[in-house]
């Protein structure tokens, strides 16, 4: 957008596009303009699936390219065995830079219509939040392999639908948590369950990424006019646009985001989990927070900590939009409080791991290429070959909800009331300690500042239930029925 600088994702992914297209060298084929209803235009019009690739090659379809479609896009296109044969979105005015990427591939407004050609092996699926779990659904009915964003839910009851029909189909599906697929993070891993550091006590996942304001609006908004609505809210309930900004900031609005601790802090709670080596949910959760420092349109916190009780072991995970230094170095990443030192992951290619007295003892460097771990394991029909298999997404993707379960079913406190919230969890106290000052230093004065104080919820992992006080109430948000039209 013209005065506005990029992101670093943006960029890399721009890169990615254009490296894409200056290899095909092919010139941009006609795009027609949907139409304003739920079809859209023959897809010979826009390029056509019809000519097959070598059987060697993965026929790939992508979902969803305004953002991290792009990325997709890009990866496919690098890759000597993927070709993508159509992208699909219902806004027809961010499809261009996909378009100029792939000019052959077909356009859908409707992924239902994609879904349906036959000449698809896979899709990949980086659609808003809401949709993640359906359209995997869809696809696997539909005899796709899947490659699905993270999170790769919206809620815990749906990711576990994505688990039994992945498992029942024979289909592949793997989960966009790409450090699975990184050597330093997968080595860093190893070593501590080799017991590198000694037992691991706690794995501390931060999110500190700055979150500015969206705006607040008067009233409601209308949606693009390029954008068919009913497509893009789908199994989501119907409700007008309140916010000044269609796309993004769906992130930050419960209906169709998780906040940032299912957005960016997913990725630190696959590793913070992988580093325990725990393969199933906790046993607690209590969650913290608000959204604090402006009023907005938004209803996601952007300031949480939420604490996960493992028994004996401990995630606890920090939430921050506003504007803040780092934890030891870090501020997106997963810190290891181990018996005889720490581990800090602060990017997926690299980790250190430091002594009790804080001497670098070990690090761990080394990228990987998760896009291609998902082809070879589908050429070679193998799930085992999977970096990162759907179970390990609807895992830690679930934590993240429960997570936000806690929060939503909190009450006000006032900032300045108590010292301990989290009861006799002396690190987790530290942590909301910390996040005080955070915000005094941020000039928010906690006399007169609140917060939602969540329970603490008994949680039953083989069921995936909540028991015992306010399990009811708990329970109920585990699930969301999809909107009629858009069902399983």
């Not at 409707?110 to 699926?125: F, H, Q, T, Y």
């Not at 046993?283 to 900590?305: C, H, I, K, Q, W």
Request: glycine share 10%; charged share 25%; with cysteine.
């Amino acid at each position: 957008m013209t005065g506005m600088k990029k992101t670093r994702r943006e960029f890399l992914e721009d890169a990615l596009l254009a490296a894409a297209a200056a290899a095909s060298a092919l010139p941009l084929a006609g795009c027609a303009s949907p139409s304003a209803g739920d079809g859209e235009p023959d897809p010979k019009t826009t390029g056509s699936t019809t000519s097959k690739p070598s059987r060697d090659v993965i026929r790939m379809g992508v979902i969803g390219v305004r953002g991290r479609g792009r990325a997709h896009v890009g990866a496919w296109k690098k890759s000597p065995d993927a070709k993508v044969v159509a992208i699909c979105d219902p806004d027809s005015a961010v499809i261009g830079g996909a378009m100029r990427a792939v000019p052959d591939a077909a356009y859908y407004r409707d992924m239902r219509k994609m879904l349906d050609n036959p000449e698809i092996d896979a899709v990949s699926i980086a659609t808003p939040n809401h949709w993640h779990s359906l359209a995997t659904l869809w696809a696997l009915q539909a005899g796709k392999h899947v490659f699905v964003e993270k999170p790769v839910s919206h809620d815990v009851h749906e990711g576990r639908l994505v688990v039994d029909a992945a498992a029942s189909s024979g289909l592949l599906v793997q989960h966009g948590t790409q450090s699975r697929s990184t050597k330093a993070t997968v080595d860093a891993m190893a070593w501590l369950h080799a017991g590198g550091l000694g037992k691991v006590k706690i794995a501390r996942g931060l999110c500190y990424k700055r979150r500015k304001s969206i705006g607040k609006v008067l009233g409601d908004q209308k949606p693009p006019a390029s954008c068919n609505y009913n497509l893009w809210v789908g199994p989501s309930p119907m409700v007008p646009l309140h916010r000044k900004n269609l796309h993004y900031d769906w992130h930050w609005d419960f209906n169709t985001g998780n906040g940032d601790l299912g957005n960016q802090g997913v990725h630190q709670m696959d590793i913070a989990r992988w580093g325990l080596g725990m393969d199933r949910l906790p046993d607690r959760v209590t969650s913290l927070g608000g959204r604090l420092g402006y009023d907005d349109d938004a209803d996601t916190p952007n300031t949480m900590v939420s604490q996960y009780d493992y028994g004996d072991q401990q995630i606890i995970f920090e939430v921050r939009g506003l504007k803040t230094g780092p934890y030891r170095t870090a501020h997106v990443g997963v810190i290891f409080h181990c018996e005889h030192g720490y581990l800090v992951s602060t990017a997926y290619t690299k980790a250190v791991a430091f002594d009790l007295d804080g001497k670098v003892i070990k690090t761990f460097t080394g990228g990987g290429n998760h896009w291609q771990n998902f082809i070879d394991a589908v050429k070679s029909g193998d799930k085992t070959k999977l970096d990162s298999p759907i179970i390990e997404g609807h895992l830690s993707a679930s934590l993240c909800h429960l997570g936000n379960i806690s929060y939503l079913l909190g009450q006000e406190e006032l900032f300045s009331k108590t010292d301990s919230p989290f009861g006799a969890r002396e690190d987790a106290n530290e942590t909301f300690l910390r996040t005080r000052k955070h915000l005094v230093d941020n000039g928010l004065d906690i006399d007169k500042t609140s917060y939602q104080l969540g329970p603490t919820l008994s949680f039953d992992s083989k069921s995936e239930q909540f028991t015992g006080d306010r399990a009811e109430d708990a329970n109920a948000l585990l699930e969301r029925p999809f909107r009629e039209g858009f069902t399983v």
